[in-house]
């Protein structure tokens, strides 16, 4: 019993002292010199546990890496059943996307452009390819400029001949007889490049291959974006 009266002595001690420092300094100075307090806690907390600090970025990095891995795996199976659909539907030999990156800047600032086939999908008795495009710097084709000022190109492998001789000694290399290249774009920038090869001659409407990848462009550069913040 003493020691109750002790502790509600004490307890009416602490709250006289309280509202003395209210009268004095106000409500919300207390408030703003308790948040400091806190927040100044919160510093030497950290100082003195640069492990604990340490670990919490760890745990951050690896949970947003999982995140990414998670929408990327997305993005790739859509990716896949897209050019597999496109395949399909246009009866194509070879349908692939070149996905565009940069890497380290030159001095003048600019980045360096480079692109890779990372998606590709082939006709039965077609030889995959992506590996041979896997990397590599787009400033040595003259082509990919054209179809990034032009947006699409599309015809006879003879054509690039004039535009891009290293290219056309490429696809000729890789039995392209027919090709319809058009530009994807994302939801602020250009991506990559969607494209259709034949290798071998077939009865082709040019008109048709076009239609439908002025419209499957769209969906790709959709999904290509589909990036949470």
């Known amino acids: 019993m003493e020691d109750k009266l002790n502790n509600a002595?004490?307890?009416?001690g602490l709250l006289e002292k309280?509202?003395?420092?209210?009268?004095?300094?106000?409500?919300?100075?207390?408030?703003?010199?308790?948040?400091?307090?806190v927040f100044a806690s919160y510093i030497i907390f950290f100082a003195l546990n640069?492990?604990?600090?340490?670990?919490?970025?760890?745990?951050?990095i690896t949970k947003r890496h999982n995140e990414q891995l998670t929408e990327r795996m997305a993005v790739v199976e859509s990716l896949n059943n897209e050019i597999d659909r496109i395949k399909n539907k246009l009866?194509?030999?070879?349908?692939?996307?070149?996905?565009?990156?940069n890497s380290v800047k030159s001095i003048e600032g600019f980045p360096f452009a480079f692109g890779s086939m990372n998606f590709e999908t082939c006709a039965d008795g077609i030889m995959y390819v992506s590996d041979e495009y896997n990397g590599f710097n787009l400033s040595k084709y003259k082509l990919i400029p054209y179809i990034y000022k032009n947006n699409i190109f599309m015809?006879?492998?003879e054509n690039i001949k004039d535009i891009d001789n290293r290219l056309y000694l490429k696809f000729l290399s890789n039995d392209?007889?027919?090709?319809?290249l058009i530009k994807i774009e994302g939801m602020s920038m250009p991506t990559g490049i969607l494209g259709v090869t034949y290798c071998e001659e077939k009865n082709i409407d040019e008109q048709h291959i076009m239609s439908v990848l002025r419209q499957e462009v769209i969906r790709t550069g959709y999904i290509m974006s589909q990036k949470k913040d």
Do not use: C, S, T, W
């Open 155 to 157: 015809g006879n492998v």
């Open 18 to 37: 309280f509202v003395a420092m209210v009268d004095k300094y106000g409500i919300k100075k207390i408030i703003k010199g308790l948040g400091v307090f």
């Open 176 to 180: 392209v007889h027919e090709i319809y």
């Open 9 to 12: 002595q004490q307890g009416a």
């Open 91 to 101: 009866d194509a030999d070879r349908v692939f996307i070149i996905e565009f990156h």
């Open 50 to 60: 640069p492990r604990y600090l340490f670990e919490k970025y760890n745990d951050y």
